[in-house]
């Protein structure tokens, strides 16, 4: 059974750089065909999906994202992390890490919060 814990810290100052990591356990990260992903939810607004990271490395972004989102992953910590740069009270948020793969895992979420 896979599992998948964010982690980071719950308040960031505007402008400054949000880093989220997620652990993933009961699986591995490069496993074929497996896509890694951060999604977030604002207060009383729906889930916004940010990007991906798929089994080989490649990424995809949100279009109105990509300009300050960046993804990566450490295999031989079997993480994958999450970086937003130039943050705004707009991006204050539950983040949550998820798999999709025929189906869908998530974390528990962790929420962050933007402000001075």
């Known amino acids: 059974q896979v599992q998948l814990q964010e982690s980071g810290p719950g308040l960031v100052k505007p402008s400054q750089t949000l880093s989220l990591t997620c652990t993933v356990s009961?699986?591995?990260?490069?496993?074929?065909?497996?896509?890694w992903s951060w999604i977030r939810q604002p207060p009383g607004k729906g889930l916004e999906w940010m990007g991906a990271i798929a089994y080989d490395g490649s990424t995809y972004y949100s279009p109105s994202l990509k300009s300050h989102t960046s993804i990566s992953r450490n295999t031989s910590k079997n993480q994958f992390s999450l970086q937003l740069s130039s943050v705004t009270p707009e991006d204050t948020a539950v983040y949550y890490c998820?798999?999709?793969?025929?189906?869908?895992?998530w974390g528990q979420g962790t929420q962050v919060t933007v402000s001075s």
């Open positions: 998820m798999l999709v793969a025929g189906s869908y895992w």
């Open positions: 009961g699986g591995s990260i490069t496993t074929k065909y497996y896509y």
